[in-house]
């Protein structure tokens, strides 16, 4: 249920659709999202083979997810608001 609910507060946010971001596709539009949806659930303490079950991932991919969008909050103001802005969304649904 949360994962669902991170998912789609993330789709709306990025004007993603929540199919497109569970397709294998590798376009950036659709990485981003669904890389913030991963770090956002690790952040709740979903387990990490729970994350990569609901994306269709293995663990590989949700830990390379994971690392990459804490490198980028880390050095970019604006990617690091968007994750915030996302969080706020999150605390009115969860």
């Known amino acids: 249920m949360k994962q669902r609910t991170i998912a789609e507060t993330t789709s709306e946010f990025y004007g993603v659709g929540l199919d497109e971001m569970k397709s294998p596709d590798q376009l950036r539009r659709v990485v981003w999202p669904r890389n913030v949806c991963m770090y956002l659930a690790a952040d709740l303490k979903i387990k990490k ?8 991932r ?17 050095t970019n103001k604006s990617k690091l608001n968007e994750v915030r802005e996302i969080v706020s969304l999150l605390k009115k649904r969860l």
């Open 49 to 56: 083979s729970e994350i990569g079950r609901f994306w269709n």
């Open 58 to 74: 293995d663990r590989t991919i949700v830990y390379n997810a994971l690392k990459k969008v804490s490198q980028e909050i880390e």
